[in-house]
């Protein structure tokens, strides 16, 4: 016995057309939005890098002057090697990290993965200047408690300015930065990890499987595309590191804390070089979106 299919009855193009105008006009608020603070700042980012734009005289086109200014700037390249630093540094760590704690405090009771959870994700909701004057209390070369626990203990002979020095001041820069960053992702991977099915963990285990294989072989391809979003978003996130750099060190000392997004800051509104602000800003971009193709390459091809 076949089941006969029963047609739909056809909607009326008078109400199909009431309907789609009625969801454009839920989404214009938004579009509006997008349209004005996203697409329209892009363009004329990408526009302007290609003029000589300062606030006392009239924009002057000099064409790619601006980028090849760029790679000859030495604080630039400086900014670039720090960027590039962060990035490399922190996105491992951070991720490997987070993942660490998830497999530690999944299996735990209910409360006190909550509770591990709110207290990771807690520098995450905290306003970033509440969190920055704490850190910069704690590394104040005065009467910080690092150099207090350093003296105590013998581990240091004097104190020191930590953020007054280059050989730490980015190394401080991205021990805050990583305390910062894996909160979000402890609580992605604790739901990714949570939503494994376990009668398949079980069954390996069953079959001889030690805990890291059945992570290996299990685990890890159910939590690939949560890893995928984190690797893109850490990424993006410490590549565009900022608020640290202006209330801690501002780009010092002697430029050994600049970043990228530090130094188009302190070109376009400091230096009031729009352009030349532009111009980093579009490498930037073009640098975030080639590796995070990157990223999704790779978790494709695994």
């Given amino acids: 016995m076949t089941a006969t299919k029963v047609k739909e009855p056809r909607r009326s193009r008078a109400l199909v057309r009431q309907e789609t105008t009625s969801a454009y006009l839920f989404l214009l608020p938004s579009l509006v939005f997008f349209v004005g603070f996203v697409i329209y700042p892009m363009f ?5 890098s290609f003029f000589d734009s300062t606030m006392n005289k009239a924009d002057v086109f000099i064409g790619l002057k601006n980028y090849q200014e760029l790679f ?3 604080i630039f390249l400086g900014a670039l ?11 491992p760590v951070t991720c ?11 299996n735990m009771p209910g409360w006190l993965t909550s509770l591990f959870r709110c207290v990771f994700y807690l520098p995450v ?6 969190v920055t004057v704490v850190w910069k209390w704690m590394f104040n070369n005065y009467y910080g408690i690092f150099n207090y626990l350093g003296t105590r203990t013998g581990l ?3 104190n020191i300015n930590w953020l007054g020095d280059e050989r730490f001041a980015l190394g401080c820069i991205i021990l805050i930065l990583l305390t910062t960053s894996v909160g979000q992702p402890i609580v992605l991977y604790v739901s990714a990890l949570g939503n494994v099915d376990q009668s398949l963990v079980e069954a390996a285990e069953v079959d001889g499987a030690t805990k890291l294989q059945s992570f290996w072989k299990i685990k890890w391809p159910a939590i690939m595309p949560t890893t995928l979003y984190i690797l893109v978003i850490t990424t993006i996130n410490s590549f565009q590191c900022f608020a640290l750099i202006q209330l801690l060190t501002s780009g010092g000392p002697n430029h050994s804390t600049d970043t990228i997004m530090y130094y188009i800051y302190y ?3 400091k230096l009031y070089r729009y352009g030349y602000g532009d111009a980093m800003g579009v490498v930037l971009a073009l640098i975030i979106a080639a590796l995070s193709a990157l990223q999704f390459k790779v978790a494709q091809s695994e």
Avoid: R
């Avoid at 490997?96 to 999944?106: D, E, N, P, Q, R």
């Fill in 72 to 74: 000859t700037d030495p």
């Fill in 81 to 91: 090697k720090n960027t590039f630093i962060i990035v490399v540094v922190s996105v």
């Fill in 96 to 106: 490997a990290f987070s993942l660490w704690v998830s497999s530690a405090i999944v």
């Fill in 156 to 158: 240091l002979e004097k």
């Fill in 44 to 48: 004329m980012c990408l526009y302007t």
């Fill in 125 to 130: 909701v905290t306003g970033s200047v509440a």
């Fill in 267 to 269: 070109s376009a509104f």
